[in-house]
Each structure stands twice: as structure tokens, then as C-alpha cells.
């Protein structure tokens, strides 16, 4: 073999064993359990430089993940509540959530300058209360609100950063409930009997909460002790002498009320993002679904500003069946139908507010 034929077969062989030795094994990117992308080596490959420490496998932190709760306050704050349900108790020094411009309830009902308005709805307040809320989801609720309110009044420091957020709404709920049993709720609760002496003590809770200081707690504190028997069916002393019906309106002020609707629909918009969330949180998105309904069945109560209203009367009724549609779709564990109904619930609420506020 002469000397050039030589120098050529040495080139070609080291250009042969260059490409051997420097085919690394492909990358591919991934997306990991939580939604991040990663490096992943493809399958019976190895990456260039696999043997030298300098190179770790590159997988990013996992991020925490987000805990279900109320406008801010943690469902679970204090401890699970029975039947697998998440707890909805308050915590300390909470702090309210800011709200949004859809389920704002702060300013006083006005009606400012004219807009173009929808057509005219169907009246609001055609369902009955059993297919809004059953008797059995309004014991759930006064279930959490003993819960909520047993920690808000715990102390003056407890009541001082909780009365508008917790107690406020909640009292209001207890009123609202109530007022539906002596409305002809047809289910029966254990208190149905004490409907309207709990629907006017919950009403002195309320307004008795209204600043942070001892001479607020104090009667505040006194009243919940009085609701806390009624609702185990005992007769406290001191009862007020409660007429059989009363407008809702001169028992409560709508504002607490819309403040418990917001944080429904806070709850559902915010903590359910996936199917698997709203299979892992279906009774709860149940629950909040049905006192979303009601709760709007009761702020178009006679008594209340322009509710005798055609516009009023359609947003209400939309609002009603969305919270519905909401219920459905969380029963049959669907996802999209899900999505759906709170995003109507969310423009029915928007439409209200460019011409309604309500608060008080």
C-alpha cells in the first residue's frame, strides 16, 4: 500500500470513530406531573457526558399547591367537618379578600344613568326553596357557620378582625334561612320549629356586630349564645317576641347577604381549575352552588329596592339558573358543563352591577 493510500484509510477511520463516539442520545421535553416541562432521555439512548458529575438531571421544584377557601379564609382552618366535607371555620386576624367589581356589595343601592337594558325575564322566585337548597344542605350550612362563628366570637380579638368578614355574613345567612323555613321551606330541620326566633336573634347578632370593640362583642357574643340553643331546640331566656312572618328586608340588610354570595362564587371560580378538582371538591361545590341560588331567590324579596323590577327580576332569575346548572354539572362530575355555568354566573353578575350596588 503506498503512503497516500495509507494516509487516506487513517483519515476516513477516525472520521468513522468520531461519529460513533459523539452521537449522544436525543432529549426530548417533557411535561412532569405538575405541569412543568423537563429534560427527558429517550429511550435505550445515554446523553453525551452522562458519566461526569457536572450534569445532573435538570426536573424544576414542584410548585405548592393551591388550598381551597372562602374569599381568603381556608376551608380547612379549623379541622375537617364530618362526612368527608372540608371544614369552613374562621382563623385569626383574617383578612378579607379584596372583591371584585362583579360581586361588589360595599355602596349603598343606587340606580345610576340609564343603560341599554335586556329584554324582560321571567319573574324571579318561581323555585321552590326544597329545589334551591334541601333541608339537608341548609343543616349542612348552619353546621359551618357553628363553626365559623364558634371561632369568630371565641374572644374581643377573634371578633374584632372577623365581625365584618365572618360574622356579618354568616348571622345574615342564619337570618335568610330561617326566614325561608317560615316562608314554606317544605323540608324539615331539627330547629324548624324555632325558624322565627332564630331568624330575628341572628338578626340582632348582625347589627349588633357592627364595629370592633368590646361594647359590639359583647352583645354579639350574647346573642350567639342564644342561637346556639334555639338551634339545638332549646328555649334560651330573654327570646324576643317574634311575629310568625316578617318582610325579609326589615329582618336583615341585603349587603351581608350579597357578601355570603360572593364568597360562593369566589370559592367555585377560584379553587375548582381542572376536573380532577371539581371530582375532589364536588360536595362542597354542591353545597356553595345551592346557597348561591337560594341566597339570590332571597335578596329579590319583596321589601328590598328594585325588586319589583323587570330588569332586577332578570338578572336574578339568570343568576338562579346558573347556580342550578352549577349544581348539575358538579352531580354528573362534568368539567366543561361546569366552566360553563360559572362563567354565566359571572356575566349575570357583571350585567346586575353596571346598574345595581347593593349594600347595607
Known amino acids: 500500500m503506498s503512503f497516500r493510500s495509507w494516509c487516506l484509510w487513517g483519515m476516513l477511520g477516525l472520521a468513522c470513530w468520531g461519529l460513533a463516539g459523539c452521537g449522544g442520545g436525543r432529549t426530548a421535553e417533557t411535561v412532569d406531573e405538575e405541569g412543568e416541562p ?38 380547612n382552618a379549623f379541622g375537617e367537618l364530618p362526612a368527608g366535607k372540608p371544614g369552613a371555620a374562621t382563623v385569626a386576624a383574617a383578612t378579607p379578600a379584596a372583591k371584585p367589581a362583579a360581586m361588589s356589595a360595599e355602596t349603598p343601592m343606587e340606580k345610576p344613568a340609564e343603560t341599554e337594558k335586556p329584554a324582560a325575564a321571567a319573574p324571579a322566585g318561581t323555585s321552590d326553596w326544597a329545589a334551591l337548597m334541601s333541608g339537608d344542605e341548609v343543616n349542612e350550612e348552619v353546621k359551618q357557620i357553628k363553626l365559623r362563628l364558634t371561632g369568630s366570637l371565641k374572644n374581643v380579638g377573634q ?24 316562608d314554606g321551606h317544605p323540608d324539615n330541620v331539627t330547629w324548624k320549629p324555632k325558624a322565627k326566633f332564630v331568624r330575628d ?10 364595629a370592633p370593640a368590646q361594647a359590639n362583642y359583647t352583645p354579639t357574643n350574647e346573642a350567639w349564645e342564644k342561637l346556639q340553643a334555639l338551634l339545638s331546640g332549646n328555649d334560651p331566656a330573654g327570646l324576643p317576641d317574634s311575629a310568625d312572618k316578617v318582610p325579609l328586608s326589615e329582618a336583615v340588610n341585603r349587603g351581608p347577604l350579597m357578601r355570603r354570595m360572593e364568597k360562593s362564587f369566589e370559592y367555585m371560580s377560584k379553587n375548582i381549575k381542572t376536573a380532577d378538582g371539581l371530582k375532589k371538591e364536588k360536595e362542597q361545590v354542591i353545597h356553595e352552588a345551592s346557597l348561591l341560588g337560594a341566597l339570590t331567590k332571597a335578596v329579590a324579596a319583596d321589601g328590598y329596592t328594585s325588586t319589583d323590577e323587570d330588569e332586577y327580576k332578570g338578572f336574578v332569575k339568570e343568576l338562579i ?18 366552566s360553563e355555568a ?3 354566573a359571572k356575566n349575570s353578575c357583571d350585567k346586575c352591577h353596571v346598574d345595581y350596588r347593593t349594600g347595607g
Open 38 to 75: 423537563s429534560e427527558e432521555v429517550a429511550e435505550g439512548e445515554e446523553t453525551a457526558g452522562a458519566e461526569s458529575p457536572s450534569r445532573p438531571a435538570r426536573r424544576p421544584a414542584k410548585k405548592p399547591k393551591a388550598v381551597p377557601n372562602l374569599a381568603g379564609i381556608p376551608l
Open 159 to 182: 371578633y374584632n378582625t372577623t365581625f365584618k368578614d365572618v360574622i356579618q355574613p354568616d348571622g345574615a345567612v342564619l337570618v335568610a334561612l330561617a326566614w325561608a323555613m317560615t
Open 201 to 210: 336573634v341572628a338578626g340582632e347578632m348582625v347589627k349588633a356586630a357592627k
Open 321 to 338: 339558573d346558573a347556580s342550578m346548572a352549577v349544581v348539575g354539572a358538579a352531580k354528573q362530575d362534568d368539567f366543561s358543563a361546569f
Open 342 to 344: 360559572i362563567n354565566k
